[in-house]
């Protein structure tokens, strides 16, 4: 059983490292080449939201030690899936659509990262801090696709660079510093006291 929960969650954590550097990616070909980006964004965007949707699903279900990248991918997982579908599936839209999704996207993973953020520190996770400024810097990129999606569309697709970027990086570091992948350690943490420090 131990050996199956931790291959959940090494496979969790290899896909949230694989998505996310495709998010790293994205970001910087969407701030290199706005133009050419805008073309493809829906669909390129819209099927990575719906794999990331679906590796936090799993993660949310991996019984991670700490639970704490993943405890509120349940309802991000699902979210990531929905807008990813829509963003497939709209092709005949606006951008409008694509920025307007994933900035209420950015949002909400940044509200909820903070949060994450907050419990790190609790745990004596050192780069708390550095987790807090790029998710704050997320959510702010995230304002301004919600807010601003009526704005160039080259200027609005190099801030859904910087989103996207930005995003990237926060989930590879969440995950790197919070996701405990150790053999053994797959029993119930509620209540429980680590003494683990990063």
Do not use: H
């Amino acid at each position: 059983m131990k050996k199956n929960t931790t291959v959940i969650v090494k496979t969790a954590k290899i896909g949230y490292f694989i998505l996310s550097a495709a998010l790293c990616v994205m970001g910087v070909l969407f701030i290199l080449w706005p133009a050419s980006a805008a073309a493809v964004a829906e669909i390129i965007l819209g099927a990575v939201l719906t794999a990331f949707g679906i590796i936090r699903v799993i993660g949310y279900f991996s019984r991670d030690l700490f639970r704490l990248a993943f405890q509120y991918d349940l309802e991000l997982g699902i979210l990531c899936m929905i807008f990813g579908i829509l963003m497939m599936t709209k092709t005949e839209e606006s951008l409008s659509l694509v920025f307007v999704l994933s900035g209420i996207l950015a949002i909400t993973d940044s509200l909820f990262k903070i949060r994450i953020c907050m419990d790190a520190k609790k745990f004596g996770i050192s780069l708390w801090w550095l987790l807090l400024v790029t998710a704050i810097l997320t959510g702010v990129a995230g304002v301004v696709l919600a807010v601003y999606p009526w704005t160039s569309v080259k200027v609005v697709t190099v801030i859904l660079g910087i989103s996207l970027l930005a995003e990237g990086i926060l989930n590879i570091f969440m995950a790197g510093k919070t996701v405990n992948t150790s053999a053994g350690n797959f029993t119930d943490p509620i209540d429980m006291e680590f003494s683990e420090r990063f």
